[in-house]
């Protein structure tokens, strides 16, 4: 799993705040979509979909829920 | 993640009661859906479906205990 | 979240049997539910139609599970 | 939540073996459905589909799965 | 819960490896399946449908996760 | 579950940062499939299909928060 070269963007899972901690675990949400999907016109196309369907909505804040378990774990929960 | 400027909504995980951490919950799941989808148009119409479907608002009570998970173990459950 | 004044539903996770646990979980399950939708003329709509339906049953006892693993971490497993 | 009188059918999460935890976890999954649904003639209505449906039988796994974190926790995994 | 007599499949949540490991949480999650339809007919039929669409495999990838973690803390992670 | 003899493909959960640790859930993901459905064929044809469906994509995604809280905790953060 070494990807030396590529471009490093999760460097650490520690935040400031619950806030920030809350914003990179949507962004390690929509990584997972990137790392299963890369081509944007797709990405933008289902954006245009999920975006209006309540259900997607739900599941979407489902994702983010798991991720943001993780990541107030690793931060002790900002205590 | 920087976020700075834009409003502070999450200062905290801490809640003085369990009651007050569910509140908390179901307003990290509400972000979850608004960081996905922020035009009000959308969530209003949308809310109207999902709130009359039976399966959709035991998946939303699902994301409420995802987020009550973690709101919980921050709060070393109010003991 | 400062709910002051309204009822107070959930003063605590801790009981005393395992069974009592279970049963907080369903009502926090409902609360979910609830809080999503209050008006009972449709949760008791709702309730004829994924009460009759298996994948609904088994996704509501999926979600008691999510309510369970916190209450039962807030009461030590009532070891 | 106080079920006085009604019958006590989880007085402990301890069990001797990770079998017999895996055996709770699936009462656990089972009383969940119960207490949602306590028609057994819907309850057996409702199985003769789902026991023949490869996305409910996966579901009702992930639910045991979900039940079976919370027992071999309380176990502190039989070790 | 005791099934005594009944073979022995879980005498323990220990293994040596995390491949080892993740081996039993396949086996934990079809365990879970078999223990809601022991029909090897339905099983079999269901597989050829489930293994075949891309929503069921990632759904069944989801259900060896959630087992997945639960043999990991067992193992304290194989650290 | 010995698995004497079959290549290794997982030696370790431990990785050097939380980067190859998301990576690493992504390849558990994987795995998850690949255990239920082994013929490339099939993995390849219904690969176009999810890939393309936004609710698939959240769900892939979901599947890799999954494998990566356990990922995380037995990196303990990478702290």
Partial sequence: EKNTGSDVWLPTLVTETPQEGFALAIKLARMGVKSTQSDKEVLFREREK????ADSLIHASEVIAAYFQTVAAANNYWK
């Fill in 50 to 53: 999920y975006s209006q369907d």
